[in-house]
T-cell receptor, first 112, second 116 residues
């Protein structure tokens, strides 16, 4: 069965801390990778796509390791507003579409 | 900023009843999706829709489910005979570019369906 696995947490960190999440996926044919953010009872929102070369967007850095089939997200200088659930999403080609598989999410709580 | 909208925000229905969940995707988008999230669980893909037909569907999307784009703006999900286990948040999403593996999907705020 094709799965995306994440540590559910919660990760409880003080403001200013650096925190890292990992995600593993089982389908080696997966082609695209994303981190989404989901606030409580809200819709998922794209945080960043994850490219093979790794990419950075401000305080957020994403890495992809295809050989080991994992994706990581690093958040530096955590803010209170970063508190949310972070969803790892992996897409696999199927016919003419790309079917996403979501992880269950990792909960982050940033406290003062 | 354009956004995906969904109505109603909360739908309560009796088991066995039909429900229709409505979505208005972003106006120039071409691809439409439905997802569900049972409380406390992960988001699950249901179906994708392009050019007025289903392009992919998951195992969850059985004969009880159907989708339609009845006009140029709405995209609907119908559940013919609801079951208790259909209780979930249903998210609609749309994307604008032709299918490529990094096209961004924009999610609506969701409809919370409660089946009693």
């Amino acid at each position: 069965r094709k799965e995306v696995e994440q540590d559910p947490g919660p990760f409880n960190v003080p403001e200013g801390a650096t925190v890292a999440f990992n995600c593993t996926y089982s389908n080696s044919a997966s082609q695209s990778f994303f981190w989404y953010r989901q606030d409580c009872r809200k819709e998922p929102k794209l945080l960043m796509s994850v490219y093979s070369s790794g990419n950075e967007d401000g305080r957020f850095t994403a890495q992809l390791n295809r050989a080991s089939q994992y994706i990581s997200l690093l958040i530096r200088d955590s803010k209170l507003s970063d508190s949310a659930t972070y969803l790892c999403v992996v897409r696999t080609a199927s016919g003419g579409s790309y079917i996403p598989t979501f992880g269950r999410g990792t909960s982050l709580i940033v406290h003062p | 900023e354009p956004e995906v909208t969904q109505t109603p925000s909360h739908q309560v229905t009796q088991m066995g009843q039909e429900v229709i969940l409505r979505c208005v995707p972003i106006s120039n988008h071409l691809y439409f999706y439905w997802y569900r999230q049972i409380l406390g669980q992960k988001v699950e893909f249901l179906v994708s829709f392009y050019n007025n037909e289903i392009s992919e569907k998951s195992e969850i999307f059985d004969d009880q489910f159907s989708v339609e784009r009845p006009d140029g703006s709405n995209f609907t999900l119908k559940i013919r005979s609801t079951k208790l286990e259909d209780s979930a948040m249903y998210f609609c999403a749309s994307s604008g570019r032709l299918a490529d593996n990094y096209n961004e999907q924009f999610f609506g705020p969701g409809t919370r369906l409660t089946v009693l």
